[in-house]
């Protein structure tokens, strides 16, 4: 169920969906998204979907998260990266075995408590979990060389960009409810490039928290 076919046989899915980043299929293959779903769906943790996690919200789905990684990593590593939804903490966990230092936001606690929980077991330390309203970034520790947002809204927001340090990179999901792009924003001085890629859907963005 998770053994190590089950799990090739998952990257060899990514990589008939176009993702060939070695150092991401690696990562793929190495963190344990068993751990991080239910145990009633653990048999469903190596397949290409997304998963219910509770509170409505959703485990993305592999192929969504290597993909995002993939953009993320593209030029140069980041080494200071801002998660907005952290959700169950799985792709905090591939961030975190790729960049040096992750902090991950997330509006509805319980989910949070949990995602702290998994990734302390896994020794994760270095990650960083706040419960707050992720619009807003993480000013304190900004400015964050890569950003990846898992939600998705019609607008970015301007505290987002404001956060990002020059050089850096934007991962998220732009868009309606119905149809949203991944999209990749490099920061270039005062000057923020823009480009639209694959269709995607993502639970929204929402403001506010959830105790
Ligand atoms: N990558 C996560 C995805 C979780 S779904 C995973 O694989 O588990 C997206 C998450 O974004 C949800 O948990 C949702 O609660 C959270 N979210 C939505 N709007 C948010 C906001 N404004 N601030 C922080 N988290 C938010």
Known sequence: MTSARTRERLINRLREKGIHDPR?????????????????LAHQAYDDTALPIGHGQTISQPWVVARMTELLIEKTVPGKVLEVGTGSGYQTAVLAALCEQVWSVERIRPLQDMARRRLQTLGMARVQLRHADGGFGWASEAPFDGILAACGRPDIPEELLSQLADGGRLVMPVGEAEQQWLTVVDRIGDDFRTTRLDAVRFVPFRRGILR
Do not use: G, K, S, Y
């Open 24 to 40: 991401v299929l690696d990562v793929i293959r190495n963190t344990p998204r068993h751990l991080f779903i239910d145990e009633a």
